[in-house]
């Protein structure tokens, strides 16, 4: 292959946003690669043009092998949530950004954005995003036409996310721009171009939450309260799950949802799966996402049944196995990615047995706590301690695994 590939950034005015050696480049190569409208600013190109479409795979092999010289049109930074870097990774490039949407919508604005929390729900699902986005003071969502303003309102509005102002920003740099600030419930009744960046700013106080959240926070099954993991327990669990912000994470048995709710504003960037066999504590843990804006994915099932259904995971939570214990086991210790936890919390000493046998028969290596808390509790002008019930926490790894 000869010289390297110009990947050249460009804005919605077309030509009038690109230096003129840029233009220079584009009109002495021989193949003009981009979107249907990057392509249509140069109607006078007299070379080859070829429009992206679908995949890059396709082009990336199409171009892999051409020899002639060729210039790759992109929105903007074609390093910011673009196509700059995947093809970097595959073909010679020399790369030449513009300026991207969000610089440009936060200059509209006239706000600083180096402090701004950046995100694209562009051509990926929004799943997620409440715990992502939780408490920032200031965010830049690129967007498409499937999660336009109108959705992300909506989607805003059901985690009652009211504490933020939208800045949308339209058709930037080009005849139709349009700026203008709403509040959320105006957003999701408004009509948009499909090219828009929104910007959330935080106008007032959020709730906030910290690590180890108190148990009568969470809506509980009534009246036979009490089927939560307690907090104590849960900070040591969480603990041992050893999360980071990009982890998969399974809770098998998640009854109100605590620990897949406080796992996922832990792993903020990954993703939380749960699965529960009682209809009225889906019920409940659904509830308690919206107090809590956690976005996680919760399925109505006993497992192991449903378990396919999610991805592989990094960690596994275990808080209730319906008598299931050896069948979760097995598909659990096939399935955690390398150097992966599973905690399993037990109250009988027959469960304990089960799972330190089925672990170790599948070479795992396991450590086991006993935790046995009492709480304060007032008695006239004393006080007194009541015991909450002793729970086993066992957390197994692979065996030469560290």
Known sequence: MGEAMKLIGIGDNGKESLLPIYEKWIYESDILVGGERHLSFFPDYNGEKISIKKGLKELVNRLQHETKKIVILASGDPLFYGIGSFLASKIKLDIYPNVSSVQLAFARMGEKWQDAYMTSVHGRSMKGLAQRIDGKEKVALLTDEQNSPNEIAKYLLSFNMTEYEAFVAENLGGELERCGYYTLEEMAQATFSPLNVVILKKVKPSPSWTFGIDDQEFLQRKPEKGLITKKEVRILSLSALQLTPASI??????????????????ATEGAVYAIEKNEQDIENCLENMKKFRSDITVVHGRA????????????????????????????????????GRIVVNVVTIENLADALKGLKQREFDVDITSVQVSRSKPILSLTRFDALNPIYIITAKRKGEV
């Open 304 to 339: 192991p049944e449903r378990l396919d259904e999610f991805p592989n995971p990094n960690a596994i939570f275990i808080g209730g196995t319906s008598g299931n214990m050896d069948e979760i086991l097995d598909v659990c210790t096939k399935r955690l990615e390398p150097k």
């Open 249 to 266: 994470v399974w809770d098998i048995g998640t009854c109100t949802g605590s620990v897949a709710i406080e796992a996922s504003k832990i």
